[in-house]
Structures are given as C-alpha cells and as structure tokens.
C-alpha cells in the first residue's frame, strides 16, 4: 500500500544474530502492528502500537522487540532467542477504530 | 472473544466460474467487516469493506454484503479469472477499541 514501506524485502540471518525489521509510514497513522506469516497459514500478531513510546504484546510476542520512538515508525528486532524466524513480516498501519489496516509489501526473512 | 472463520481451502476453479468464500464471524456490537488479497510473496491489500448491517461491499467485480442476522459476510464473484488466483482473507475490526481478527485465508487457483 502506498505510504507504507517496509524494509529490506529479504533479511538473512545467521544462528545467534539480532535482525531489525524495518517498518515506516507517511500516513500521520496513530496504529501499528507487527504480523507473522508462515507458508501457507494465516497471520498472527507479534506487537502493536496505538501510541509514540507506547506498544503491546501480542499472541506471539516471545523473541521479538520493538519499539515506537516516532509517529512514523516502528521497527521490529527478531533477537537470538527466536529459535524459528524464519517466516514472512508483515507491517501494518490504521488510522482509526473500526478503520481497516494497510499493510506494508513485507520483509522475508530466512537463516543462513 | 471476538473471531472470524472462513472457509478453508484450496478452491480450484475454471475461469469464468461463479466463485463463493464463506465468512462468519462472532462479535459484540457492530463490528466493520474488511476482505483482504494477498497476491504471491506480496502484502495483503484491502479488497473490499462493509462497515454496518446490509452494506454491501464491491471492488473489482467482488461483493459481499454484511449479514447480520446470520453473523456473515460471504465474498462472492459472478465470473472470476485466472488473475484473480491468490489467497482471500476475511477479516473484523472490532466495535470499540482496535482489535482487529483475520480468518485464517482460503487459497483461490483458477485454471484457463
């Protein structure tokens, strides 16, 4: 979606190295949110964030950090202790309750 | 809690052929209702929406209408083609705060 743009479409990862997952948006959008997505499988929530210097857990938020320092932004960090990175991220962005999400073309991420 | 089921997959059909995707969905209040395309190694991006009973949605040749007598919102297509193969995710923002729920994607092929 335009004003969206994640970063770097493919991430490589070697055993016991911290990744960080690039998210940005130009949308003046309050909501952020970060999903996993494994082949053939639906989409579930790592982290989201409604607010500056202010961010939730989701279902699967063991191994992941984020943080929201910017409006704009809201990067992704994939630590050493996430044993099975690999997947497919994806970002999203929403303006408003009961407003729908637009997602970013996102980032796929595998280990060396 | 809030949820939404569809339809599982995969729906293989020949082009030209009337296409349908179930939906339902368990809410409190008066959810809006979104459904997504995700197109191969791409973002998901909004198909269309629905935001209060009997609206009906519709973007390129789809439509689904917000039923909610019976709790769905089926996705439907009068003569769908071979471009139109990719994976269908229903989805519900919630009424009040901004928990947003994806079903689980149903995988759409169609033959010449």
């Known amino acids: 979606d335009g004003g969206i743009t994640q970063s770097p479409k493919y991430l490589f990862r070697k055993e016991g190295q911290n990744v960080t997952l690039s998210c940005e948006q130009n949308l003046n959008h309050d909501a952020m949110y970060w999903y996993r997505q494994d082949p053939g499988q639906g989409l579930r929530l790592i982290y989201y964030?409604?607010?500056?210097?202010?961010?939730q857990k989701g279902d699967i938020a063991e191994g992941y950090s984020v943080s929201r320092e910017k409006k704009e932004s809201f990067p992704l960090t994939v630590t050493s202790a996430q044993k099975n990175p690999t997947a497919f991220y994806l970002c999203?962005?929403?303006?408003?309750?009961?407003?729908?999400?637009?997602f970013g073309d996102g980032t796929r991420l595998s280990i060396l | 809690g809030d949820s939404v089921t569809q339809m599982e997959g995969p729906v293989t059909l020949s082009e030209e052929a009337f296409l349908t995707i179930n939906c339902t969905y368990t809410a409190t209040g008066y959810p809006s209702l979104f459904w997504y395309v995700q197109y191969p190694g791409e973002g998901l991006q909004l198909l269309l929406k629905a935001t209060k009973a009997d609206d009906k949605g519709s973007n390129k040749g789809f439509e689904a209408t917000y039923r909610k007598e019976t709790t769905s919102f089926h996705l439907e297509k009068g003569s769908v083609q071979v471009s139109d193969s990719a994976v269908y995710f229903c989805?519900?923002?919630?009424?009040?705060?901004?928990?947003?729920?994806f079903g689980t994607g149903t995988s759409l092929t169609v033959i010449p």
């Open positions: 989805a519900l923002s919630a009424a009040t705060g901004n928990q947003f729920y």
């Open positions: 999203a962005i929403q303006a408003a309750d009961n407003q729908p999400q637009h």
């Open positions: 964030s409604q607010i500056v210097n202010d961010f």
